[in-house]
């Protein structure tokens, strides 16, 4: 797993850069401290990969895989978050972020308790992308009273 930071320090390690006796090793150690457990709960076997592995199942399945493997990790990701919103600033941006994720804790882990829904809404917005990028080819491409009305009436 390699993080912006990481290959940054490639980066200036190219240009002879010393990063241990630089500030940017300490401030890039600092962030990877706080992003690598986040990013190893996502990816590596984490909650889409278990959503792959169930993906066509029949929903009471898909619920007792999710509580017994997605459940645990999400556990894990909640008390991570919760003990790192504590050692942040209050006021810095990942604060925010962290505090704008348990916001939103009971919606983004209500898949794990149900075997019917999926994990997140990417399909769906996928297909109205599509939709949308169609009518702004039509106006874009067609700007004639027939291209005007069938942009309205696809609205």
């Known amino acids: 797993m390699s993080s912006s930071l ?3 320090t490639k980066f200036y390690a190219r240009d002879r850069v010393e990063l241990d006796r630089s500030t940017l090793a300490d401030w890039g150690g600092a962030a990877n401290a ?6 190893g709960a996502l990816e590596d076997g984490g909650p889409y990969k278990i959503e ?10 898909r619920k007792a895989v999710r ?17 790192t919103a504590r050692k942040v600033s209050k006021k810095s941006p990942i604060a925010s972020a962290i505090g704008y994720t348990l916001s939103l804790w009971t919606a983004l882990t209500r898949y794990a308790e149900d075997g019917s ?17 169609g009518r702004k ?9 027939a291209a005007s009305a069938l942009l309205r009436s696809t609205a």
């Not at 706080?34 to 990013?39: E, G, V």
């Not at 592995?53 to 929903?59: V, Y």
């Not at 829904?117 to 990028?133: F, G, Q, Y």
């Open 6 to 8: 990481t290959l940054a």
């Open 34 to 39: 706080l992003t690598d457990p986040l990013l």
């Open 52 to 61: 792959d592995d169930i993906r066509g199942k029949l929903p009471d399945e």
């Open 67 to 83: 509580q017994g493997h997605a459940a645990p990790l999400l556990k894990d990701l909640y008390d991570w978050l919760r003990a």
């Open 117 to 133: 829904i999926e994990i997140d809404n990417n399909p769906v917005e996928r297909e109205l992308r599509a939709a949308a990028l």
């Open 137 to 145: 080819i039509i106006y874009l491409r067609a700007p004639t009273p």
